[in-house]
């Protein structure tokens, strides 16, 4: 009999946390979960399902409108925010139930309480037992950053903002990344009036820039304002219950909500990491080699919480690579190389690869193809919003090295590319191809 009353202790119930419990269970650990807030993380509770499932209800704005040339005889439609929050709502508590069954179904203990540690190979709940566990995962993920300022009191986050009572008639969103960007185009798409303040002098960086400019002009052609250079002095509460933010270099801004999307940082507060010896670096992560463990032989961690890639299928693979590698047999190594991203803006944004610069840089010489097109569909709907399409390619080796899209179901296109980008495909390769007429993807294999 083991001298621990598990073989593997998570801290943590999301994405990350569930699949390297239920893996580790299928190999014969004896697995818990601890969890302090809902099973299933911030994707299913507070991240990438409610926000899809937003974006779905904004995108009925346009799509409505538009039907009209399409034929159909659409009356004037009201859009109720409430209606759209319960389901939305009712959906996550659904999927919880699926993720808590998943653990249930393996077998896998759930603490629905608040874990510490106290010791390299014990925790501590909030009721104060304490559990003993051969090895412990961390996989807590991140929490949302909020800038420290006069009035920063009444910002709200992504974590608040799937439950406001009522839609805001003016938001102001603080940051310009990918949850900034994502919520100004769900609002504007609601009716509320959008002005996204950013500290800095662009949105998303790290994207390619031709395809975030073409968002910037979008997005402004659709009515949302942007103020740049532009940091947070105050938020001011007015008498009827309003918001004034004040901000450097520009007038103050009346709201009804201020959303900070201002990053995300590592959830390790108070959970005694660094007091049992585990190495957190200067923004909190735990620092982790290849195989995800910590500094500590017998303390692992996947996820956000780790800092390397924020983004929900990395920390299933990355929670899947330490159950197979450590309880499995199967020793795996994640390769970070070529992860496809989105943002699901208005209209949405895929890439996989480096952009024009990052190959540029790294590569010297390089060949960049290029699509400006109106979709089909937004012809026939009068609407004059243009898709951009952009291929790099290593001039030595002609393999394709990034694909950069925006436009409608960028996404969904962009996933399959992204096998080809994956599997070092030339731009030969793609020419090779024939074209799918039409549609929108097909332009991948037309470029000259």
């Not at 299928?26 to 409610?50: Q, Y």
């Not at 191809?433 to 097909?442: D, F, G, I, K, Y």
Request: hydrophobic share 40%.
């Amino acid at each position: 009999m083991s001298k621990f009353d598990y073989d593997l202790f998570v801290i943590g119930a999301g994405s990350g946390g569930v699949r390297a419990s239920r893996v580790a269970a299928s190999h014969g650990a004896r697995v818990a979960v601890a969890e302090e807030h809902r099973v299933g993380g911030t994707c299913v509770i507070r991240g990438c399902v409610p926000k899809k499932l937003l974006v779905y209800g904004a995108h009925f704005a346009e799509d409505i409108h538009d039907a009209r040339q399409f034929g159909w005889d659409v009356p004037d439609c009201r859009f109720d925010w409430t209606r759209l929050r319960d389901n939305v709502l009712a959906e996550v508590s659904r999927l919880e139930g699926l993720y808590a069954q998943t653990l249930d179904n393996h077998k896998v203990a759930l603490f629905r309480t608040r874990a510490t540690l106290v010791g390299p190979q014990k925790v501590r709940l909030a009721d104060g037992q304490e559990l003993t566990s051969e090895r412990i995962l961390i996989a807590t993920g991140g929490w949302p950053f909020v800038p420290e300022f006069p009035g920063s009191e009444h910002a709200i986050t992504s974590n608040e903002v799937f439950h406001l009572q009522e839609l805001p008639k003016r938001i102001v969103i603080a940051g310009g990344g990918y949850i900034a960007n994502e919520f100004a185009g769900i609002f504007n798409e609601f009716g509320s009036k959008v002005t996204i303040v950013n500290r800095g002098d662009a949105i998303l960086r790290g994207y390619d820039e031709q395809i975030r400019d073409r968002l910037l002009q979008i997005s402004m052609t659709k009515g949302i304002e942007f103020r740049f250079n532009a940091p947070f002095q105050s938020i001011e509460k007015q008498a009827d219950g309003s918001l004034l933010v004040h901000l450097e270099n520009c007038e103050p801004i009346p709201a009804d909500a201020v959303l900070a999307a201002t990053g995300r940082v590592p959830n390790t507060r108070g959970l005694g990491l660094e007091e049992v010896g585990v190495e957190l670096d200067r923004n909190g992560a735990v620092k982790v080699d290849e195989t995800n463990q910590s500094s500590l032989e017998s303390i692992y961690a996947v996820g956000d919480v780790t800092n390397r890639i924020q983004l929900t299928p990395v920390a299933i693979r990355e929670g899947q690579a330490f159950a197979d590698s450590v309880f499995g047999g199967k020793p795996t190594i994640v390769d970070y190389s070529n992860v496809p991203s989105a943002v699901f803006s208005h209209p949405p944004i895929g890439a996989v690869g480096m952009t024009e610069a990052e190959a540029r840089n790294r590569l010297g010489s390089i060949r960049v193809y290029t699509s400006d097109f109106r979709a089909m569909k937004n012809v026939l709907a009068g609407r004059n919003e243009r898709a951009l399409y952009k291929m790099v390619v290593n001039e030595a080796t002609d393999q394709v090295v990034g694909l950069h899209m925006i436009g409608p179901d960028a996404p969904e296109i962009l996933q399959a590319a992204a096998v080809a980008v994956k599997a070092g495909l030339t731009k030969a390769d793609f020419d090779a191809t024939v074209a799918l007429h039409p549609s929108m993807a097909e332009e991948l294999v037309l470029m000259k």
